[in-house]
Structure formats: structure tokens, C-alpha cells
């Protein structure tokens, strides 16, 4: 199956701060990846899915970029809202793989 | 609005037991794959398994093949997990979640917690 890994782990960012989060696959995928947040006792949220297209009702300051093996999310301004665990998912074949998470902190 | 219910977990026995349901409405269900994803606690999501509209096909993860079952009825908008013989390791919050690709919409969880 395919692995994604997604760095860094962890990352401590200030409001109003740039932040990206990379997900890597072990092989290409194409612009098959998604991008979820999740809050403590939430269910993830879909934010980003086909590497770039923003869900709808999602703020624009989340981006998401890549193909191939390498993809990225962006927040262009960290709005306090914005502290979460994100996750990256591929969806070329079963099973459907997630990363194993970023976990985005106030510094 | 749209939405997914799910119903009560429980403490169940290694080898034992038990089935989850996930009521949908506000969309046409029968339209959509629909699929059950779980999370360990302070783990990541899995995906468990997934079915297709009509249940022709299913597709499930190697660590639950075997011992869950998916199941659907368009007729009463409803998903299902069939969870046997189940492990200590499948302890998790289980969620149902429209579709197959992507899940852009999900329910509040489920939790099991198998235990003796």
C-alpha cells in the first residue's frame, strides 16, 4: 500500500503567521490527495481535495498544492480558529491511506 | 441540513460483538458510496471499509477483512458496520462518512471500546 508522510509532526506558529505542511507518497499519485482538520473530539474536516480544490464553505486562506509525490497545504494567515491537527489522504486505490498528522500549536 | 447520525457504542469482549448504524439525511443517500473510518485513540484516522451505491461492491482494510461487514439500506437511508470478533485493537471512535474518494461529510463518531 501506498505511505504517506507528512511533516513536520508538529509546528508552533503565531495568528497571522504563514504556515505550510508537506505530505509525501511513496510512489506518485497523481493530484489524488485530500486535506482534513481536525479539532480535539471533532470529526475531520475535508478542506482541500484533487491536491488543490478548496471545499466549499472553506476559508481562502487555505491552499493546497502538488503532484506526483509531493504536496503541500498552506495557510497564508494562521487565524486562532486555524489550531487543529491537519491530515493528508490519497484516494488512487484501497485502501484509502491517511498521513499520520501535523499537529499545528499557538506558540 | 445534511447530516449523519450514528448510534451508541459500547464496552464489548475481546471476540464479541457488535453492529453500528449511521442514519443519513438532508441528501440523496442512495446516490453516494458511502464508508466507515476509525480512529485509534491519539492516532490518526484508517479507513475500515467502503460500499458502493447499489452494494455491489464492498472494500474493506486487511485488519478488519474477515471479521466486519458493510451494509446499506437505500430504503431507510442508512449505512452499517457489522463489527466480529472483535480485538483490543480495534478499539477506536468509528465514523461514517459519505463517500469513497473523499469524505466531505461525516458523523460525530461512534466509540467501542473492547476490553476485558
Known amino acids: 500500500a501506498i505511505q504517506l508522510t507528512q511533516s513536520p509532526s508538529s509546528l508552533s506558529a503565531s495568528v497571522g503567521d504563514r504556515v505550510s505542511i508537506t505530505c509525501r507518497a511513496s510512489q506518485g499519485i497523481s493530484r489524488a490527495l485530500a486535506w482534513y482538520q481536525q479539532k480535539p473530539g471533532r470529526a475531520p474536516k475535508l478542506l482541500i481535495y484533487e491536491a488543490s480544490s478548496l471545499e466549499s464553505g472553506v476559508p481562502s486562506r487555505f491552499s493546497g498544492s502538488g503532484s506526483g509525490t509531493a504536496f503541500t497545504l498552506t495557510i497564508s494567515s494562521l487565524q486562532p480558529e486555524d489550531f487543529a491537527t491537519y491530515y493528508c489522504?490519497?484516494?488512487?486505490?484501497?485502501?484509502?491511506?491517511f498521513g499520520q498528522g501535523t499537529r499545528l500549536e499557538i506558540k | 441540513q445534511m447530516q449523519l447520525v450514528q448510534s451508541e457504542g459500547g464496552l464489548v469482549r475481546p471476540g464479541g460483538s457488535l453492529r453500528l448504524s449511521c442514519a443519513a439525511s438532508g441528501f440523496t443517500f442512495s446516490d453516494y458510496y458511502m464508508t466507515w473510518i476509525r480512529q485509534a485513540p491519539g492516532k490518526g484516522p484508517e479507513w475500515v471499509s467502503s460500499i458502493s451505491t447499489t452494494s455491489t461492491y464492498t472494500n474493506y482494510a486487511d485488519s478488519v477483512k474477515g471479521r466486519f461487514t458493510i451494509s446499506r439500506d437505500n430504503a431507510k437511508n442508512s449505512l452499517y458496520l457489522q463489527l466480529n470478533s472483535l480485538r483490543v485493537e480495534d478499539t477506536a471512535v468509528y465514523y461514517c462518512a459519505r463517500g469513497d474518494w473523499v469524505f466531505g461529510l461525516w458523523g460525530r463518531g461512534t466509540t467501542v471500546i473492547v476490553s476485558s
Open positions: 489522504q490519497e484516494f488512487t486505490d484501497y485502501p484509502r491511506i
